[in-house]
DNA sequence: GCCAACGTTGGC
DNA sequence: GCCAACGTTGGC
């Protein structure tokens, strides 16, 4: 099982709103970033652990856990000309886009915000910390229970 | 709202 | 394939 963090602006769509969602559950959506779609479409699997991390907004962090209930499959919004996400060039014949489905799981104690994971020496691989602008990202088991630990 | 970082596009 | 122009992300 690996780990992953997923970016989300909570305006749009936060940990509250999974929670809310019929079955807990949502299609990851919208990723539009090929780095971020190669990890989607190659190596995150059903039963992988995601945080959910909020972006641009007040408090950015990490905000709860979910779980990843199926592996990739075409992103339907790629195709719907009413989608902010439509793509021209994707074609149901050779889709470019993916999602997952993603199932709420928890929320942390308490968010474990940027400036906290930043400030802490022991979290060195993830790839947050060396500002990217990636919203697909695996995380280390090592930084997954530091974290984990920080929201304690 | 600003702006730095970085990804994408397109001319050559 | 290079690289300048442009667009987007995302922290502050």
Known sequence: MAYWLFK????????????HAPNQ?????????????NFLRDDVKEGDLVMIYH???????????????????????????NSDYYDPKATSDSPRWV?????????????????????????????LKKAGRLSVMPVTEHDWNE???MAK
């Open 25 to 37: 559950t949502t299609l990851w959506e919208g990723v539009r970033n090929y780095q971020a779609r």
């Open 99 to 127: 999602v997952v489905d993603v199932t709420y799981h928890q929320h942390l104690n308490k968010l474990v915000s940027l400036k906290s994971i930043k400030a802490n020496d022991s979290i060195t691989e993830l790839a």
């Open 147 to 149: 974290i984990i630990k």
């Open 55 to 81: 972006s641009s907004c007040k408090n950015v962090g990490v905000a709860g856990i979910a779980k990843i209930t199926s592996a990739a499959y075409p992103d339907p919004t790629q195709f719907d000309l």
């Open 8 to 19: 989300t602006e909570p305006d749009a769509f936060s940990i509250d709103d999974l929670k």
